[in-house]
């Protein structure tokens, strides 16, 4: 009889909790990008920390630290779907993640993806919200054709297998450069890799068997993302050969803001990865709440180049991507 008193102590702090929980009626998000050390993660965590302030709800923010560790984030949909209210991911592996996300929903429980897209998920989760990854490769591909006037070799250098969404913008641009009968594609099936280091590596290699004489044998390269875009910029200035091929890459960063006004660089589709976390953020709570959300919502893509550097919506779309 003496234990009575304290565990009715214990069991009315536990329910006074709970009941103060469900009183405050506070909902929990977590989102889970594909990693955490790029700076477009940064930005997408920018814009779901404004979502998540202006609508009073509680955020966590964490991913893998590297974008090809699958298990981690299978893990982490999985963990942090126990402890919140829905989740918003951006899957590295449009197959790898479904069960993990299909589970996650299937105890009722929403999901938002966001960036790239999952294999057959349409009838499962809340809404995808990125950008048309497909029709970023299209304007990429119609810009380099417009510089190169529609003839000369070009190359392009592959992100990583299993990534939807640089996958659809390579198939993009593969697709809209065949509308130039003049342009030949020499090489499309080399993989950067997950890190800077490795894509610098396999851009120097492919640089190497492109070589001819003191220059390169190609017009024109496209790169399908930052660590693809920052690697073939890095083995291109390693060589000397910066600005002697017309170079389309994909997402910001400093350098290339530097690459471009240098002439190394001759444009980059950008995304929107602070409006990317916004809107999946708002997306999710507007699903808790009961509310109709669309099934696809674009973020939008944009074409910078040397000539628009300094037009108000395009600094004003690099400010909100770098440091």
């Known amino acids: 009889m003496k234990y009575i008193p304290i565990l009715a102590i214990f069991a009315s702090a536990f329910l006074t909790g709970c009941n103060k929980s469900q009183k405050s009626g506070q909902l929990s998000i977590a989102v889970i990008p594909k990693g955490t050390t790029h700076i477009y993660w940064k930005s997408v965590e920018a814009g779901a920390k404004k979502a998540a302030a202006e609508l009073g709800v ?21 963990n942090q779907a126990l402890q919140n209210d829905a989740i918003v991911l951006a899957p590295l592996d449009a197959v790898a993640l479904r069960d993990s996300v299909k589970g996650v929903t299937d105890k009722g429980k929403p999901v938002v993806i966001i960036d790239s897209s999952l294999a057959d998920s349409a009838g499962f989760i809340a809404s995808y919200v990125a950008t048309d990854n497909r029709e970023g490769g299209r304007i990429a591909a119609r810009h380099l054709s417009e ?9 392009v250098l592959r992100y990583m297998q299993g990534s939807a969404s640089t996958e659809q913008r390579e198939e993009g641009f593969l697709e809209e450069i065949k509308k130039s009968p003049g342009i030949e594609v020499v090489s499309s099936e080399q993989f950067a890799g ?116 300094n037009e108000p919506k395009v600094a004003d779309l690099i400010k909100s991507q770098l440091p």
Do not use: W
């Open 58 to 78: 509680n955020l966590t923010f964490i991913g893998p630290p590297r974008e090809d560790d699958r298990s981690q984030q299978i893990d982490l949909v999985t």
């Open 194 to 309: 997950a890190t800077a280091s490795q894509a610098q590596d396999v851009a120097t290699n492919l640089l190497t068997r492109l070589a001819s004489g003191d220059g390169l044998s190609i017009d024109g390269l496209f790169c399908s993302n930052q660590t693809s875009t920052y690697g073939m910029l890095q083995a291109l200035r390693g060589k000397n050969l910066a600005g002697t091929t017309k170079f389309i890459g994909f997402d910001c960063d400093a350098t290339f803001i530097d690459a471009l006004k240098k002439g190394e660089m001759h444009g980059s589709i950008l995304q929107d990865p602070v409006n990317m976390g916004y809107l999946g953020v708002k997306t999710a709570v507007a699903k808790l709440k009961g509310e109709k959300v669309e099934a696809v919502i674009d973020t939008g893509a944009t074409l910078i180049t040397p000539d628009n550097l």
């Open 147 to 155: 510089i190169l006037a529609g003839k000369g070799k070009i190359a």
